[in-house]
Nanobody, 128 residues
Framework: QVQLVESGGDSVQAGGSLRLSCAAS????????MGWFRQAPGNEREGVASMARDGRTNYADSVKGRFTISKDNAKTTLYLQMNSLKPEDTAMYYC??????????????????????WGQGTQVTVSS
């Protein structure tokens, strides 16, 4: 069973930085892609950043240049480095994975319906 556990959420002031982590377990191989999503109260869940099997990345326009998605060498932990945080970044952040994925190594969608495993979320609050 695939499990995703997020950590790293916190309360910070605008302009600050945070790094979120997602510990993944239960994979039998590397045929998957992963992503980060967020959901603020009253809003739909939106894709923030994603990483394909071949390492290609995809970002929402609202976070380009400020957020960076990465994986550790063992490919068991997904990260989201968030810099220059803004109050509008305040949300619950979720790690997600599509497993198994046998098609394009380059595929890294930002649509929630493209993922079948989700973590419980970690809260990020940015104050002005």
């Amino acid at each position: 069973q695939v499990q995703l556990v997020e950590s790293g959420g916190d309360s910070v002031q605008a302009g600050g930085s945070l790094r979120l982590s997602c510990a993944a377990s239960g994979y039998t191989d590397d045929r998957h892609y992963m992503g980060w999503f967020r959901q603020a109260p009253g809003n739909e869940r939106e894709g923030v950043a994603s990483m394909a099997r071949d390492g290609r990345t995809n970002y929402a326009d609202s976070v380009k240049g400020r957020f960076t998605i990465s994986k550790d060498n063992a490919k068991t932990t997904l990260y989201l480095q968030m810099n220059s945080l803004k109050p509008e970044d305040t949300a619950m952040y979720y790690c997600a994975a599509k497993f198994p994925w046998y098609d394009g190594n380059w595929y890294a969608p930002l649509a929630a319906e493209e993922y079948n495993y989700w973590g419980q979320g970690t809260q990020v609050t940015v104050s002005s």
